[in-house]
């Protein structure tokens, strides 16, 4: 057999070439890079065995051994997991099948990952780490089933190929060969291995072991001294969402989910759990810190790892936990459930769904717990997940009400950056507010000045202010909070009450049909307005249509809408709607009103944040009005 010679591919090239260039601390995470790995492929054979039994062979002896070699100055992380094929070898250890690779690299690139080495874990290149400390790494893998004489060899030196060839192998299971750097000597010492070990694995479910040479009196003569060699296991291997609470220590929570998430900050809340009675289960769950960056990706991993007796069936579970609880991390073991669950078995399995009301009333209970007691650690956190945690209105109509109680937003009463909730609105709501007024807009600015707002302002009445995309939605899944209808600011029909209205409408009655006449095919209406109190002229959509923001991020998406029939609404009180009345008055025909009406058109638009329908035109109209009315003094 002849070694081939491969090239990696272009993006692998360019993480070594950073790994081994840009960063120069914290070296050591690659050993824990390489143990995860090599603990993963244990997880998978362990799981595998126990439904096939050609595979389980005779070694079932679940370990990750460390064999360092002075002379020949490597260092062996060996495990007796998986394996792999050859083309499983050229796939896993020959490109990067991440979507977040390009992000990866940017980051990289910046200096944000040297301060953070976390993050490579976080991206799934950590295999690559190894030539952060190697100049040469060889990977002897034989896949579990395979015959001895079916291994595979692979090996790098980081200069854009790779050879692979065919080999032997005794024991199923990976070898993974570094050929030590001479800076990165100190990973040959018993007592550095020792402390990364601790440091970064310690909860690794397979022991870590390695031989420890020790000098011990020898038996037969007390005067002698002689070498005794030992293996050793290096880290304490703890189930630890089996422990009781009272045993883990803050830091030992915060270790764990480290390890399991792949953030690099510590989560914002631990939630662990034991639940008795006809469902047995430990749970032990992290609301995290910060926001994952991939949690808007399609391969974004939703649930806990699901472990049954001790062996894990599957890394993340999604049928534990609702989609927009997407950003809770954790592990969840049950005895109640048959190790050999395929994914469908799970979404349709009995205990499987009340294990997930469980969780699911569990991190709500939390959540609101914490709003309660926290009120600043809950805004941190909200900040970062509100987004998702409100498409449970949505998604969960059954706790649409619970989680309507944690919605934090801001309003016209609070001051900018503080929020308010629903619950605080309501009890402001002066005994004659009928609705739970709403504005949604991208940001607060903008909001606040809008005319949509104008008439809320003058009479003093908060308005909530929404600035996720999907708001608009979720409010109207929503419906009412506390028997108080919700009603958007920029939508519908709007009665402040001690209005004129009708009386206006009449006045203008005339004045309006000749405007919507001039307008027909762009509004299904003109009325006079209860919002206005300082612009000329609104838009609004009807009540029961998409408010703008949502209809644009449907078109962006490119789902086609039914056209809103939007309301044109003028403010009687303006001096300009005024003086047209007047002109109407002298000559209904006039060229001129007509004119205006697509004007106010287009202003209107404007309000919005839109664009005017003929730029040129509008502006050439502006100016010769402007001309007409320009004068000194
Ligand atoms: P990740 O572990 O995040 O997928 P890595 O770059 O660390 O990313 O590893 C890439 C892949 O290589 C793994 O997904 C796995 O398929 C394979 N691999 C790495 N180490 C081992 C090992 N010790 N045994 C079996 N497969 C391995």
């Given amino acids: 057999m002849t070694a081939n010679t491969h090239e990696f591919k272009a993006e692998v090239n360019k993480i070594l070439d950073l790994m081994i260039h840009s960063l120069y601390s914290n070296k050591e995470i690659f050993l824990r890079e390489l143990i995860s790995n090599a603990s993963d492929a244990i997880d998978k054979a362990r799981y595998e065995s126990l439904t096939n039994a050609a595979l389980a062979e005779a070694d079932a002896d679940w370990k990750i051994e460390l064999i360092p070699n002075v002379e020949a100055g490597t260092l062996t992380i060996r495990d007796n997991g998986i394996g792999m094929t050859r083309d499983e070898a050229v796939e896993a250890l ?298 449970g209105i949505h998604h969960d109509y059954e706790r649409r009400e619970a989680i309507a109680d944690l919605l934090l937003m801001e309003s016209t009463t609070t001051e900018a950056g503080q929020t308010t909730t629903l619950a605080e609105y309501v009890e402001r709501m002066p005994a004659d507010q009928e609705a739970i007024y709403y504005i949604t807009g991208s940001d607060r600015a903008g909001a606040e000045a809008s005319p949509y707002l104008e008439v809320f302002k003058e009479k003093g009445v908060e308005v909530l202010i929404m600035t996720d995309d999907i708001d608009d939605i979720i409010i109207s899944g929503l419906g009412q909070y506390k028997e108080k209808e919700f009603k958007s600011a920029i939508k519908g029909d709007l009665d402040l009450g001690e209005t004129n209205k009708e009386e206006q409408q009449k006045a203008y009655g005339d004045l309006l049909e000749l405007m919507k006449e001039e307008l027909k095919d762009l509004v299904a209406e003109v009325r006079i307005s209860g919002r206005l109190k300082d612009s000329a002229v609104c838009l609004v959509s009807g009540e029961h249509d998409l408010d703008p923001q949502m209809a644009k991020m449907f078109a962006a998406m490119g789902q086609p809408l039914p056209k809103a029939q939007r309301v044109l609404e003028i403010n009687p009180d303006h001096a300009l709607i005024q003086g047209m009345k007047q002109l109407f008055a002298a000559d209904k025909d006039s060229a001129q009103l007509k004119e205006y009406a697509g004007l106010l058109y287009d202003q209107a638009l404007l309000l919005e944040g839109d664009k005017p329908r003929d730029a040129v035109k509008f502006a050439k109209a502006l100016s010769s009005l402007m001309a007409a009315g320009v004068r000194v003094g």
């Fill in 94 to 391: 020959g490109t990067i099948a991440h979507s977040g690779t390009k992000e990866f690299i940017k980051l990289l690139e910046s200096r944000e990952v040297e301060n953070n080495p976390e993050l490579i874990g976080q991206f799934g290149v950590g295999f690559y780490s190894s030539f952060m400390v190697a100049d040469k790494v060889t990977v002897i893998t034989r896949k579990a089933g395979a015959d001895a004489s079916h291994a595979v060899i692979w090996e790098s030196t980081a200069d854009g190929s790779y050879t692979l060839d065919d080999t032997e192998k005794a024991g199923k299971g990976t070898d993974v060969i570094l050929t030590l750097k001479e800076d990165a000597k100190n990973f040959l010492e018993e007592w550095e291995l020792r402390r990364v070990v601790k440091q970064y694995s310690d909860f690794i479910e397979y022991p870590v072991v390695m031989e420890v040479t020790r000098s011990v009196p020898d038996p037969e003569d007390e005067e002698k001294r002689i070498d005794e060699t030992k293996e050793e296991t290096l880290n304490s291997r703890k189930a630890i969402w089996l422990k009781s609470k009272d045993d883990i220590s803050q830091e030992e929570y915060n270790e764990f989910y480290k390890h399991i998430s792949h953030d690099f900050s510590d989560p914002a809340e631990v939630i662990h759990y034991r639940a008795e009675g006809s469902t047995e289960f430990s749970a032990l769950l992290y609301l995290p810190g910060k926001r994952p960056h991939d949690i808007f990706y399609q391969d974004y991993k939703i649930g806990p790892a699901l472990y049954v007796r001790r062996v894990q069936i599957m890394d993340h579970c999604e049928a534990m936990l609702p989609i927009y609880l997407r950003f809770v991390k954790g592990v969840v073991e049950s005895a109640d459930l048959p190790l050999n669950v395929s994914r469908e078995i799970l979404q349709e399995n009995k205990t499987v769904n009340v294990i997930k009301k469980n969780l699911t009333k569990k991190v709500l209970d939390t959540l609101a717990k914490m709003k309660k007691d926290d009120g600043e650690a809950y805004a941190k956190f909200y900040a970062e997940f509100g987004r998702i945690l409100k498409e």
